[in-house]
């Protein structure tokens, strides 16, 4: 038990003359506080009162805190007839009133007192147990904290995006399921639920407690509520989450919520809380607002997106360049050797300068549509998810067999097919029809590249209809487009110095072994095309894909799935609890 942490000595002192009170002096001294623990669930201070009219002197004890506790602590309960003794009845009478008003919602708080005549000379290090004894309870107060106008919709975007969210409480159960109900952590239609699973997503911490850690794992789910929490009751909860390779963020702002913002991922205090519990977090939310946490994670999941966007737009031209440099060894000169599609600095080139800008620019696109409606990634993959590595292959052998198609139409198809001689190393007369197609294939392959960060702004989604519920039809691409302005001017940038590249005389034939073209922008032109159209109809097989073989758990109807979607494993439960039972009364 904890002592009294506050004294006033010196004004209790045996044979000190009291001086007269007058009108403007405090009725009311602190002699001493028992302050709040989470163990007792109950504070008691001690106050010395002189009355004006007699100057007299007597001393209180005032306590308040859970029903329960104080109940535990109170002897009588003042009514209109007086004083009377607390019997079990009457006991009883409490705790129904008090589950009334916690099924309103309202926090319940019991308020005793007692005269207290004891002289004690010093209170630091006093016992408590002594003063919160032989108590007269007052009377229940009921306190109604609504939460905030944002957590409802807050809670239901967790629920979209495959977040589970648990409240561990030190309310009364009936409160906190109240409360729960309100923002949307339980179902609100508990009415649909059978009892046994009420019980599973509404415990107390007593009840949470007495579960080993075998049985907790062995629970089909951990439960959404959990009231009367004490420290250790949250840190094992974490642990039981961590167990089931749960990624946990945890919010807290007492002393006592440090142990369990500790154990968590990420720890988050509250910017109200204590300093104690802001030393233990990880972060500290200024504004105490849950709507802040979910702005937290769709700027995650929007940078954890652009990485994935980046990575897949150099990979994807990598494996592009390598194909068409492997293959392209089969070209081979007059003298046996390889003539290469690509010149060594057009690779350089795309990928530092070309390329460079448009990765950069692919880390400023803004979160897509579907970012906070659909489940988090699997931490244990990192980016190269199936999609992505499926997508790399796709689109850096579509480009590749482009580029050596448009090297093969200018060398095979409307040129000599003469590959010359040492035309990797420099320019002669043999080397004209070997320059043309090299920057025709460059020329191609820079396109390609500019075209696909375009394409990555979103990866299922068509580049001309990113919007999915735009009524600009014909302008949207553009409007997407011109949103991201670096991007944007990283593109243009990547087309406009491909011409000083092409025609500026011995930089395009000495520098990058290449030369100015003519005709074969009609290739360019083509191919351009062909390449929107292989990346478009992929995306299109993916959505079709997805949306017949995956699933994602979008929320189409938030509304109706918060009932049918987020609690459906609880809803589960409670159906195969009903079919177990209606089969063994056929047996």
């Given at each position: 038990?904890?002592?009294?942490?506050?004294t006033?000595?010196?004004?209790n002192?045996?044979?000190?003359?009291?001086a007269?009170?007058?009108?403007?002096?405090?009725?009311?001294?602190?002699?001493?506080?028992?302050?709040?623990?989470?163990?007792?669930?109950?504070?008691?201070?001690?106050?010395?009162?002189?009355?004006?009219?007699?100057?007299?002197?007597?001393?209180?004890?005032?306590?308040?805190?859970?029903?329960?506790?104080?109940?535990?602590?109170?002897?009588?309960?003042?009514?209109?007839?007086?004083?009377?003794?607390?019997?079990?009845?009457?006991?009883?009478?409490?705790?129904?009133?008090?589950?009334?008003?916690?099924?309103?919602?309202?926090?319940?708080?019991?308020?005793?007192?007692?005269?207290?005549?004891?002289?004690?000379?010093?209170?630091?290090?006093?016992?408590?147990?002594?003063?919160?004894?032989?108590?007269?309870?007052?009377?229940?107060?009921?306190?109604?904290?609504?939460?905030r106008?944002?957590?409802?919709?807050?809670?239901?975007?967790?629920?979209?995006?495959?977040?589970?969210?648990?409240?561990?409480?030190?309310?009364?159960?009936?409160t906190?399921?109240?409360?729960?109900?309100?923002?949307?952590?339980?179902?609100?239609?508990?009415?649909?639920?059978?009892?046994?699973?009420?019980?599973?997503?509404?415990?107390?911490?007593?009840?949470?407690?007495?579960?080993?850690?075998?049985?907790?794992?062995?629970?089909?789910?951990?439960?959404?509520?959990?009231?009367?929490?004490?420290?250790?009751?949250?840190?094992?909860?974490?642990?039981?989450?961590?167990?089931?390779?749960?990624?946990?963020?945890?919010?807290?702002?007492?002393?006592?919520?440090?142990?369990?913002?500790?154990?968590?991922?990420?720890?988050?205090?509250?910017?109200?809380?204590?300093?104690?519990?802001?030393?233990?977090?990880?972060?500290?939310?200024?504004?105490?607002?849950?709507?802040?946490?979910?702005?937290?994670i769709?700027?995650?999941?929007?940078?954890?997106?652009?990485?994935?966007?980046?990575?897949?737009?150099?990979?994807a031209?990598?494996?592009?360049?390598?194909?068409?440099?492997?293959?392209?060894?089969?070209?081979?000169?007059?003298?046996?050797?390889s003539?290469?599609?690509?010149?060594?600095?057009?690779?350089?080139?795309?990928?530092?300068?070309?390329?460079?800008?448009?990765?950069?620019?692919?880390?400023?696109?803004?979160?897509?549509?579907?970012?906070?409606?659909?489940?988090?990634?699997?931490?244990?993959?990192?980016?190269?998810?199936?999609?992505?590595?499926?997508?790399?292959?796709?689109?850096?052998?579509?480009?590749?067999?482009?580029?050596?198609?448009s090297?093969?139409?200018v060398?095979?198809?409307?040129?000599?097919?003469?590959?010359?001689?040492?035309?990797?190393?420099?320019?002669?007369?043999?080397?004209?029809?070997?320059?043309?197609?090299?920057?025709?294939?460059?020329t191609?392959?820079?396109?390609?590249?500019?075209?696909?960060?375009?394409?990555?702004?979103?990866?299922?989604?068509?580049?001309?209809?990113?919007?999915?519920?735009?009524?600009?039809?014909?302008?949207?691409?553009?409007?997407?487009?011109?949103?991201?302005r670096?991007?944007?001017?990283?593109?243009?940038?990547?087309?406009?110095?491909?011409?000083?590249?092409?025609?500026?005389?011995?930089?395009?034939t000495?520098?990058?072994?290449?030369?100015?073209?003519?005709?074969?922008?009609?290739?360019?032109?083509?191919?351009?095309?062909?390449?929107?159209?292989?990346?478009?109809?992929?995306?299109?097989c993916?959505?079709?894909?997805?949306?017949?073989?995956?699933?994602?758990?979008?929320?189409?109807?938030?509304?109706?799935?918060?009932?049918?979607?987020?609690?459906?494993?609880?809803?589960?439960?409670?159906?195969?609890?009903?079919?177990?039972?209606?089969?063994?009364r056929k047996?």
């Amino acid at each position: 038990m904890a002592p009294a942490s506050r004294t006033d000595s010196g004004d209790n002192t045996p044979g000190e003359e009291e001086a007269p009170l007058n009108d403007t002096e405090a009725q009311w001294h602190l002699q001493a506080e028992f302050p709040f623990d989470s163990d007792v669930k109950r504070m008691a201070v001690v106050f010395r009162r002189r009355a004006f009219a007699d100057d007299s002197v007597s001393q209180m004890v005032f306590m308040k805190g859970a029903v329960e506790r104080v109940l535990d602590a109170c002897m009588y309960m003042r009514t209109r007839e007086g004083d009377v003794e607390i019997t079990e009845e009457r006991k009883d009478d409490i705790l129904a009133n008090m589950e009334a008003l916690a099924k309103d919602g309202l926090r319940v708080l019991a308020l005793a007192s007692r005269e207290w005549t004891e002289d004690v000379q010093e209170w630091r290090g006093y016992p408590r147990e002594n003063v919160e004894q032989g108590m007269t309870l007052l009377g229940l107060i009921g306190l109604y904290d609504p939460p905030r106008l944002e957590s409802y919709q807050s809670v239901k975007k967790c629920h979209q995006a495959g977040i589970t969210v648990h409240m561990l409480t030190g309310d009364h159960k009936a409160t906190a399921q109240a409360i729960a109900q309100q923002v949307g952590i339980i179902p609100k239609a508990l009415y649909k639920v059978p009892p046994h699973i009420i019980r599973a997503v509404v415990m107390t911490a007593a009840e949470f407690d007495n579960l080993t850690d075998e049985q907790v794992d062995e629970l089909p789910v951990l439960p959404l509520v959990v009231a009367r929490c004490a420290p250790h009751t949250k840190v094992r909860m974490v642990e039981a989450l961590h167990r089931r390779n749960c990624f946990v963020a945890m919010t807290g702002d007492g002393v006592n919520d440090s142990p369990s913002l500790k154990q968590a991922d990420v720890g988050i205090a509250m910017g109200s809380g204590s300093d104690v519990a802001k030393d233990a977090a990880d972060i500290v939310l200024t504004d105490d607002n849950f709507a802040s946490i979910l702005n937290a994670i769709e700027e995650g999941r929007r940078m954890f997106d652009n990485i994935k966007k980046f990575v897949l737009h150099v990979l994807a031209e990598n494996i592009a360049q390598a194909c068409t440099l492997l293959i392209g060894l089969a070209f081979k000169d007059q003298s046996g050797l390889s003539v290469f599609p690509l010149a060594p600095v057009e690779i350089l080139w795309i990928i530092l300068i070309t390329s460079g800008l448009p990765d950069m620019g692919l880390g400023l696109v803004h979160a897509t549509p579907d970012v906070m409606i659909r489940p988090p990634h699997d931490r244990h993959r990192g980016v190269f998810t199936n999609e992505v590595l499926i997508d790399m292959l796709v689109y850096g052998l579509w480009m590749s067999a482009l580029c050596l198609a448009s090297f093969v139409l200018v060398m095979y198809g409307w040129g000599s097919g003469d590959l010359g001689v040492r035309c990797n190393n420099e320019y002669n007369s043999s080397c004209e029809t070997v320059f043309r197609a090299r920057a025709t294939t460059f020329t191609c392959l820079t396109w390609f590249a500019l075209f696909l960060a375009w394409e990555m702004i979103d990866l299922r989604r068509s580049f001309f209809r990113m919007k999915p519920g735009s009524t600009n039809y014909f302008t949207q691409w553009f409007r997407d487009a011109w949103s991201n302005r670096f991007l944007f001017w990283a593109v243009i940038a990547g087309f406009v110095t491909i011409f000083p590249i092409l025609y500026i005389p011995t930089l395009n034939t000495k520098v990058f072994n290449h030369s100015g073209i003519s005709w074969e922008w009609g290739v360019v032109f083509v191919e351009a095309l062909l390449f929107f159209l292989g990346v478009e109809l992929w995306k299109w097989c993916k959505r079709i894909y997805i949306r017949h073989y995956i699933k994602d758990d979008y929320a189409h109807d938030p509304e109706a799935d918060l009932e049918a979607g987020a609690f459906s494993r609880y809803t589960t439960m409670a159906m195969d609890t009903m079919e177990e039972k209606k089969a063994r009364r056929k047996n």
